[in-house]
């Protein structure tokens, strides 16, 4: 089974920036189209972003455009989130996924991490 590792999350000031990385087992990584999604405390999960299988497709949550750059390295099995003029209202957990298409769905992801925290200081 694919197993995902989400690692980057922590705490920063509205402003900031964070860097997450999603590592994904097996040699496969490449077949699968990935997302990012995030819950808040009380709401529903929520779609953020997602990328293509070979990169060359990206989608993005209307809210974070210009702010978020979702990207891969297949070679490395990794997929990241860079995350810069972080506000607070971004404070969430947010999970990494791989699926069969980059949609906004999460019925289409197969495989989830199991989050990291960010925290997102006035």
């Known amino acids: 089974q694919v197993q995902l590792a989400e690692s980057g999350g922590g705490l920063v000031q509205a402003g900031g920036s964070l860097r997450l990385s999603c590592a994904v087992s097996g040699r496969t990584f490449s077949s699968y189209a990935m997302g990012w999604f995030r819950q808040a405390p009380g709401k529903e999960r929520e779609f953020v972003a997602a990328i293509s299988r070979s990169g060359g497709d990206t989608y993005y949550l209307d809210s974070v455009k210009g702010r978020f750059t979702i990207s891969r390295v297949n070679a490395k099995n990794t997929v990241y989130l860079q995350m810069n003029s972080l506000k607070p209202e971004d404070t969430a957990v947010y999970f990494c996924?791989?699926?069969?298409?980059?949609?906004?769905?999460?019925?289409?992801?197969?495989?989830w991490g199991q989050g990291t925290q960010v925290t997102v200081s006035s």
């Open positions: 996924a791989a699926g069969r298409a980059p949609a906004s769905l999460s019925p289409l992801y197969d495989y």
